[in-house]
Structure formats: C-alpha cells, structure tokens
Nanobody
C-alpha cells in the first residue's frame, strides 16, 4: 500500500502562484511514477502532469505547459506541483496519484491522495 497526502492548496488571485506537495509513505517512492490530476466542478478529471521514477522525464498537459512544473524529491518521498500564472480555469481539486507503470489507461492508477482544493479568483 502507498498512502498519499496532498497539501498546499488554497485561495489565490489570478496571476498568483501556489506549490502543491504530495507526501508518500508505505512503499519505495522511487518505484512509482507520480502524477497530478485535477477535477473542476461539473467537469471530467484532467491529467495535469507526470514525472518518471527518478525524475527521468516529465510530461505536462498543454493547458498548463509553461506555467506548471512537476518535480520530485525521492529522499523526502514527495512530489511537487509548482503552479505559476494561475488562471480562474485552474480552479479544481488537485489529486496526486501513483502507479509503477508509465502508461495507465483511464486514470486507473493504483493509488490516489484525498485531494487539495485550489481556487483562483478572477
């Protein structure tokens, strides 16, 4: 089992920044590809970013590319999402997810956190 706990969400004005953290426990953190997924009210889940097992490659959604950065610290068992130039449309619950596999269809990741709310005021 892997336990994931997100933190760092909150209310921010458009143009501002937030850094989300996701602390993992339970298994060898570096064995897992880590993701950030978000879901806005009334909308489907949306992939945001992914980082490989040893920071060996990142994938960022087009909707946030150039504004969001994903990173991980395997010594601290933590993955981060740095969000800059936030927009109202970034408002959502942000979840981190873990899976040993790089490619996983349909958001069927093995482990999910409980989510953290990010609200961007216009």
């Amino acid at each position: 089992q892997v336990q994931l706990v997100e933190s760092g969400g909150g209310l921010v004005q458009a143009g501002g920044s937030l850094r989300l953290s996701c602390a993992a426990s339970g298994r060898t953190f570096s064995d897992y590809v880590m993701r950030w997924i978000r879901q806005a009210p009334g909308k489907e889940r949306e992939f945001v970013a992914r980082i490989g097992w040893s920071s060996g490659g990142t994938t960022i959604a087009k909707s946030v590319k150039g504004r969001f950065t994903i990173s991980r610290d395997n010594a601290k068992n933590t993955v981060y999402l740095q969000m800059n130039s936030l927009k109202a449309e970034d408002t959502a619950v942000y979840y981190c997810a873990a899976d040993r596999r790089l490619e996983v269809p349909g958001f069927k990741y093995d482990y999910w956190g409980q989510g953290t709310q990010v609200t961007v005021s216009p």
